[in-house]
């Protein structure tokens, strides 16, 4: 029988020769999927069976063809939260975790109680994850995708037992209407989002994202800012006075002619300032409510 390090080799061969960026990583988790072990122990598995065998090997096909590994397995990790994704819903990056420190970081130097209102919330990785971590705090959650939607609701099943009672509300609606949470006006202390931002014709390279994402949650008009043009007059009336704008955009569009330029242009914002990733890439850009 053919040792579990020769078929890991041969896995991560095969995606690589695919053209998938992290062959060795995505073979491991594949593998780990079937096994039900972590990546790591994957390696000390000494024999993998002949029918685990065929179901990892139909896996890692799948994957070759740049089918999304967070569509295969059904999950995706987002700071230390395992989220429940698949088609009809965007799959979570990595670096929309350091707008959620920042956000999270923001509000704990804050007094609480606290309401957080989480634009285009999708899989419902930003508002879940703040309410995972800050005390006393009220998060609402709002997406226009009813598939999307349904994603975050279940995510919000599957840590309710993690949260405080009742602190995430999921509303759908058009994160750009101008009576968006009219309930709420002038109540809200930061309004986060990761909106769609790609520029129309700027078509990802990677399959993963260009065949799977869904548009609504990509592209973002003409320049990609249309939508973070609609929720700058959302957020000015949701805001109290000294409230937190934080909002993700492309590395591109951390200048003076993309998102922050934009936030700049509305007399109710000061301090605006483009923060990066770790990766060093400009990433969000936040700024404060005047009263």
């Known amino acids: 029988m053919t040792s579990t390090s020769d078929l890991l080799r041969s896995w991560t061969a095969?995606?690589?020769?695919?053209?998938?960026?992290?062959?060795?990583?995505?073979?491991?988790?594949?593998a780990a999927a079937v096994l039900a072990v972590g990546p790591v122990e994957v390696q000390l598995v000494?024999?993998?069976?002949?029918?685990?065998?065929?179901?990892?090997?139909?896996?890692?096909?799948?994957?070759?063809t740049r089918e999304p590994l967070q569509h295969i397995i059904g999950s995706a990790a987002f700071v230390d939260l395992e989220l429940e994704v698949g088609p009809?819903?965007?799959?979570?990056?990595?670096?929309?975790?350091?707008?959620?420190?920042?956000?999270?970081?923001?509000?704990?130097?804050?007094?609480?109680?606290?309401?957080?209102?989480?634009l285009c919330t999708g899989?419902?990785?930003?508002?879940?994850?703040?309410?995972?971590r800050?005390?006393?705090?009220?998060?609402?959650?709002?997406?226009?995708?009813?598939?999307?939607?349904?994603?975050?609701?279940?995510?919000l099943g599957r840590f309710r037992s993690q949260l405080q009672a009742e602190s995430v509300e999921l509303v759908e609606a058009d994160a750009t209407s101008a009576d968006l949470l009219s309930r709420l006006s002038g109540d809200i202390d930061l309004v986060v989002s990761n909106p769609p931002y790609i520029p129309d014709r700027a078509?990802?390279?990677?399959?993963?994202?260009?065949?799977?994402?869904p548009p609504m949650a990509l592209y973002g008009g003409i320049d990609g800012l249309e939508v973070v043009r609609g929720i700058i007059p959302v957020s000015e009336r949701l805001l109290r006075s000294g409230g937190m704008l934080a909002v993700e955009h492309g590395e591109?569009?951390?200048?003076?002619?993309?998102?922050?330029?934009?936030?700049?242009?509305?007399?109710?914002f000061h301090s605006v300032e483009s923060h990066r990733d770790l990766t060093g890439r400009c990433r969000f850009t936040s700024a404060v409510c005047r009263g």
């Open 88 to 118: 009809g819903v965007f799959v979570p990056r990595p670096e929309t975790e350091s707008l959620a420190a920042y956000a999270v970081e923001w509000l704990l130097s804050r007094p609480a109680p606290q309401q957080v209102v989480d």
């Open 252 to 268: 591109l569009q951390g200048d003076a002619a993309g998102v922050p330029g934009v936030i700049a242009a509305s007399s109710r």
């Open 134 to 155: 800050v005390p006393d705090v009220q998060v609402v959650g709002v997406e226009l995708s009813p598939s999307a939607l349904e994603y975050a609701r279940r995510n």
């Open 203 to 213: 078509v990802p390279r990677d399959p993963e994202v260009a065949n799977y994402d």
């Open 46 to 64: 000494a024999k993998i069976p002949a029918d685990e065998r065929k179901q990892i090997a139909a896996l890692v096909s799948r994957r070759a």
């Open 123 to 132: 899989s419902g990785a930003l508002a879940l994850a703040i309410a995972a």
């Open 14 to 30: 095969r995606l690589r020769h695919a053209g998938v960026a992290s062959p060795e990583h995505d073979a491991r988790a594949l």
